[in-house]
């Protein structure tokens, strides 16, 4: 029954990690049109919470590596409840940035931990699958955040929203704190790691850590930049959507979140780098779809979309946290430091590169070149760990 509450608080914690990150994001027209600022300036409100997660994620690696897993996750929950309060109280765009910021230095002592915590407590053939549960939690909640947002904002205004988010974060820290055991591998885990220098020290000398990063910023790029300016695409005619219809559009994370689950078995079944190439030919054709008139043919294409690129994290993140032999909650959090870069880049580059020029196409283009360029990262440099990789799991090969 505990392994049970364990896999439902793992779930949670990716609940409750990206419920608040992108809440903004359905009603960026809004804010867009409110503040009288242009889609990348509206992009900066979710962009400056991702690159708050970027800058604290190494040094919450450390800490995690120090004080515990549990611990850190539960701590991080609690104190998240402070900035999204002050974000209903907020008067104007600097107020919202700078709470917004905050809740992104919070956010990696939730998610980083709980990565290593998985496959430090699972055995490599069931961290996969318990992997799939946490990144299905995280589209849940990245779902559950801008859908709330956008429902409320169209008929009480988006502090009614952040007031809901307020109350759902404090009962996912409640259920975390109660239904996630103690790491059993901590105090083994503690004792090994390496001082905070010197792990971030290994993992940087580390060309297939390296890479793995460079492939976590590609992911995230391409999924903020996808649903930031998407919702200015749908916005103008001929859709014309409104807040809350374009909340709807964020349907599509549950889609994933239902499927991403199986990414443990095809990793398990075709091996890392070709569970890869599927990946991102699915959010590939997603993407070609999302050019179609058709607006039904537009959200099946960002769930395909979604469901590939989810799948993509599943195997980049488990990667990371298997081919780090030392301080596994340092590596994780360089990787979430490389990955939210990404997002941060994505949510404003697009803006400034291609949106005036080529609109959404021009961002469709870009988001399939970086999704190549990712796979053929992957390929190459996955390939070359597999036999590393068959040792540091006990004989099971990786790849």
Known sequence: ???????????????????????????????????????????????????????????????????????????????????????????????????????????????????????????????ADVMGLYIAGSALGGFAGRFVTALLAEHFGWRAGFAVLTVITLACAAAIWAWLPAGRHQAKTASASLGGLEALALHLR????????????????????????????????PYSLGPSQLGMIFLVYPIGAAITPASGFLIRRFGRRQATALAVATACVGMIASLLASLPMIVLGLALFVTGTFTMMSAAMGFVGQAARQAKATAIGCYVCSYYIGGSVGAVLPGLLVWHAAGWRGCVALIVVTLCAALSLAWRVWREEAGRGAAQVGGQAID
């Open 1 to 127: 029954m505990i392994f049970d509450r364990a896999r439902a608080a793992v779930t949670i914690a990716g609940i409750c990690a990206f419920l608040d990150l992108y809440a903004p994001q359905a009603v960026l027209p809004q804010l867009s049109e409110t503040f009288h600022i242009s889609p990348a300036g509206a992009g900066t409100t979710v962009g400056i919470s991702t690159l708050a997660v970027a800058l604290a994620a190494p040094f919450v690696g450390i800490l995690a590596d120090r004080m515990g897993r549990k611990r850190t996750i539960v701590t991080a929950a609690l104190l998240l409840e402070i900035p999204t309060l002050m974000l209903i109280f907020a008067h104007g765009l600097d107020e919202i940035l700078i709470w917004r910021f905050v809740q992104g230095l919070l956010l990696p002592a939730i998610f980083s931990p709980m990565v290593a915590y998985v496959n430090e407590e699972w055995p490599p053939a069931q961290a």
């Open 206 to 237: 580390n060309p297939v850590l390296l890479a793995t990063f460079a492939i976590g910023f590609a992911v995230l790029f391409s999924q903020v930049a996808t649903f930031t300016y998407v919702n200015f695409h749908l916005a103008q005619a």
